[in-house]
């Protein structure tokens, strides 16, 4: 079983402060990292997929990048604001297969007004 | 487009009956997976499918069956249910490698 980290579990920043956390996966037999943003309530939806080191994706306020060679992805959230409050999971396909996905156990951010 | 859908949203259980957890999508994916979420474990994976036919086993497949007659469908059955399974149960699906997941709404099953 692939171990996927997060770091840290929960964080609480100030509306308008910039956080980052960070992913961590084994470097070796690397297919994929995904970021994903889950709400109290609803289900988990793809914010990014990342596959080639170095990459570096965005979306609005929140960033992503990738190293592969080390076996780490830092996701970022500039100004951040209430509505971003939520856990941030992200997840690598292991060895068996692209759709084989490890999890990890998530950052809970709440942004506080 | 529906996306992915589950029936039901909430179930509540006695151990040792059994039921069957509904998915269904209709984006034509070729990937389908099953996942429980647990309090500090994330989320993790039951059963996988490639396509129709097709199934393999995830992380905690015991307890669990699953198959895949149609390329939209991917019901999980629980055979004897157990306090242990008592989780919320998320089915996914994704078009192909490296691709994001869609996910379904959730269902919430309590064993007793």
Redesign the interface.
């Known amino acids: 079983?692939l171990n996927v980290e997060q770091s840290p579990q929960s964080l609480h920043v100030q509306e308008g402060d910039s956080t980052n956390f960070t992913c961590s996966f084994p470097s070796s037999n690397f297919?994929?990292l995904?970021w994903?943003r889950w709400e109290t309530a609803?289900?988990?939806?793809?914010l990014f997929?990342m596959?080639l080191n170095g990459d570096e994706k965005k979306k609005g306020r929140i960033s992503a990048t990738l190293n592969t060679k080390e076996g780490y992805s830092y996701l970022y959230i500039k100004g951040s604001q209430p509505e971003d409050s939520a856990t941030y999971?992200c997840?690598s396909?292991n060895s068996g297969?692209?759709?084989?996905?490890?999890?990890?156990?998530?950052t809970k951010l709440q942004v506080i007004p | 487009n529906a996306g992915v859908t589950q029936t039901p949203k909430f179930q509540v259980l006695k151990t040792g009956q059994s039921m069957t957890l509904q998915c269904a999508q209709d984006m034509n994916h070729e990937y389908m997976s099953w996942y429980r979420q647990d309090p500090g474990m994330g989320l993790r994976l039951i059963h996988y499918s490639v396509g129709a036919g097709i199934t393999d086993q995830g992380e905690v497949p015991n307890g669990y069956n699953v198959s895949r007659s149609t390329t939209e469908d991917f019901p999980l059955r629980l055979l004897s249910a157990a306090p242990s399974q008592t989780s919320v149960y998320f089915c996914a699906s994704m078009s192909g490698n490296n691709n994001e997941q869609f996910f379904g709404p959730g269902t919430r099953l309590t064993v007793l």
């Open positions: 079983i297919y994929a995904h994903y609803k289900s988990p939806e793809a997929v596959t999971l997840a396909p297969g692209y759709q084989k996905v490890t999890f990890g156990t998530g």
